[in-house]
T-cell receptor, first 112, second 115 residues
């Protein structure tokens, strides 16, 4: 079952602006990951944040995690047209099954 | 990063035929592989988890006789859609995880169209 809910479902911004996507989940987790998918392609891992971390950075990406609210956000700063893609959060659940359950995704369009 | 190769990228077949999709980890040993299905503009739905040398574990609602998964080696898993029907048309994506890794590496997906 899909436990992640993301909002917004779609986001359209101008190049240079920041894009923020949110993800909520229902069960306890060991970690939360963000992935990117270009249309008709597989997913690419962006960043992983552990349940005992609150914030993590990687280049123009900033991820926050609030386990009390069971939510995470992905911020892309100074967006580029090449950032246009769908972004998914994924949670592993605390049962250490190794399975990742993906959210519904946010489709980001960055206009040049 | 690690590379996962998935073939074919696109297949069109007649109703009633079987289709095999291959997923290979090219530069690492994939102890676990996952098969997902994705409908247009939707999220990924986990179909099954396969561990090398053992039977796949299917998610609730996924017919194991319909979607045959074989993980015969540490670098290869296959998904066979048996007696495909138009409702099986979808985008199928495999992913692989190495031992001790928390990240998944994805294949580029297979678009299956059943006529």
């Amino acid at each position: 079952s899909q436990q992640g809910e993301e909002d917004p479902q779609a986001l359209s911004i101008q190049e240079g602006e920041n894009a923020t996507m949110n993800c909520s989940y229902k069960t306890s987790i060991n970690n939360l990951q963000w992935y990117r998918q270009n249309s008709g392609r597989g997913l690419v891992h962006l960043i992983l944040i552990r349940s005992n971390e609150r914030e993590k950075h990687s280049g123009r990406l900033r991820v926050t995690l609030d386990t009390s609210k069971k939510s995470s956000s992905l911020l892309i700063t100074a967006s580029r047209a090449a950032d246009t893609a769908s972004y998914f959060c994924a949670t592993d659940g605390s049962g250490n099954t190794g399975k990742l359950i993906f959210g519904q995704g946010t489709t980001l369009q960055v206009k040049p | 990063g690690a590379v996962v190769s998935q073939h074919p990228s696109r297949v069109i077949c007649k109703s009633g035929t079987s289709v095999k999709i291959e997923c290979r980890s090219l530069d690492f040993q994939a102890t676990t592989m996952f098969w997902y299905r994705q409908f247009p503009k939707k999220s990924l739905m986990l179909m099954a988890t396969s561990n090398e040398g053992s039977k796949a574990t299917y998610e609730q609602g996924v017919e194991k006789d319909k979607f045959l998964i074989n993980h015969a080696s540490l670098t290869l898993s296959t998904l066979t859609v048996t007696s495909a029907h138009p409702e099986d048309s979808s985008f199928y994506i495999c992913s692989a995880r190495g031992q001790g890794s928390e990240k998944l590496f994805f294949g580029s997906g297979t678009q299956l169209s059943v006529l």
